[in-house]
């Protein structure tokens, strides 16, 4: 998550300090320095301003790439995915339950997480929580997609199961 100070950290959309509107940050950089949208990286965003940024789209499908990626499944599971979300759950031992389980969304630079045994709790309704607006939208229109598959945890746990002991692809 990025460090924010309050008073001293701005949304640099609209660049106001003011961060008593609900906002998103994201985790890491998905682009190089060299590109326009590096200073969005790791910094909050209005999901106000997102609302209306023209760069929404790109920014977003840049964090959705790097954790669709293979590369990186060393920090967890994809369960499973569709053109505008993926599920994903944390890394633990195959005996073991996951410590968390996440979704996120290709249009939207969001996370939105739950801890394993909340999820069906989560999924129904505590996703809303922060959100508003057209992000607050975004999120309905993807878990209720999310939901049809994964509605409680006897359905994430064996999506995660399949994914574990599928055959590795040639
Ligand atoms: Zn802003």
Known sequence: MAIIMEGLTSCPICGSTDLSKPYTATSGGAFPERDELWRYCDAPLHLE??????????????YFDLWRDESIRGHGVLLAEAPRWLLRCGPAKPEAEPYYVEVRIADWPMRLYSRWAQWPDYSAQQYRQGLIGEALEAADEVMSEVRKIAPDLESLRALRQRMLFKPASP
């Open 49 to 62: 301003c997102l609302a209306h940024w023209p760069h929404r789209e790109r920014f977003s499908r840049g």
